[in-house]
C-alpha cells in the first residue's frame, strides 16, 4: 500500500520558519515529480511548488524567493523550507507524488499568526 505521510505543520508567528517534509512508503520516488500544494479556507487547491525528476524546480510567485522545495531520494522524502512566513501562508499543505491525482499527502496545517 502506498503512502505519503507528511508532518512538521503547526503555528508560528509572521516572520517564523517551518520545515514540511512528507515520505512515501512501500513506494520509490525515483524517477518522478515531487509537488507541494496548498488550499486555504475557501479557496482552490494551488500549487506551491514543484521538483521535476532532474528538472527544474518551480515555485508560485507569492513564495518566490522565501520557500524552498527539496528531495532526499535515499529516504524517499520531499521537503518545504518555509521561511518569513505570513498570515496569508495559512493553509493546509499537501505534497504529491508524480504528475497524475493519485498519490497525495494527507495535508498538515500551517498557520500564521501572532
Known amino acids: 500500500q502506498v503512502q505519503l505521510v507528511e508532518s512538521g505543520g503547526g503555528l508560528v508567528q509572521p516572520g517564523g520558519s517551518l520545515r514540511l517534509s512528507c515520505e512515501v512508503r512501500?513506494?520509490?520516488?525515483?524517477?518522478?515529480?515531487w509537488s507541494w500544494y496548498r488550499q486555504a479556507p475557501g479557496k482552490q487547491r494551488d500549487l506551491v511548488a514543484e521538483?521535476?525528476?532532474?528538472?527544474?524546480?518551480k515555485y508560485a510567485d507569492s513564495v518566490k524567493g522565501r520557500f524552498t522545495i527539496s528531495r532526499d531520494n535515499a529516504k524517499n522524502t520531499v521537503y518545504l523550507q518555509m521561511n518569513s512566513l505570513q498570515p496569508e501562508d495559512t493553509a493546509v499543505y499537501y505534497c504529491?507524488?508524480?504528475?497524475?491525482?493519485?498519490?497525495w499527502g494527507q495535508g498538515t496545517q500551517v498557520t500564521v499568526s501572532s
Open positions: 521538483m521535476p525528476w532532474g528538472g527544474t524546480t
Open positions: 504529491k507524488l508524480g504528475t497524475g491525482d493519485i498519490y
Open positions: 512501500g513506494f520509490s520516488a525515483d524517477y518522478m515529480r
